[in-house]
């Protein structure tokens, strides 16, 4: 299990199926429909709750403050959601 650091204290995060199931109950999206930083931030919300983080108890808003506050927690989102969708960055362009 990897880990983030926000404000100050280390959270277990995983991208699991349980993950991926509580982001569909909360948004009511498929992982397919990813498209928007709002959709990879709820779905890093789900990843860290189902991290056994016991003392992890801030509900999104919170959450969303601390990315804001802090750059490295959105580059690591960032980061987790390349490695599982590496599609992701890829730009769909025509054909010449």
Known sequence: MKTIKIN???????LNI???????DLTGKSIEEIKK???MCQLFYCA???GKNKDFDMDYETFIDFIDEDENILNTI???FNEVNPNA???SGKKK
Request: a neutral charge; glycine letters at 8%.
């Open 37 to 39: 930083l709002k959709d």
């Open 18 to 24: 349980g993950a991926f199931s509580d982001f569909e």
């Open 8 to 14: 100050g204290k280390d959270f277990f995060y995983r």
């Open 78 to 80: 960032t980061e987790t």
């Open 48 to 50: 860290i709750t189902r």
């Open 89 to 91: 960055n890829q730009k």
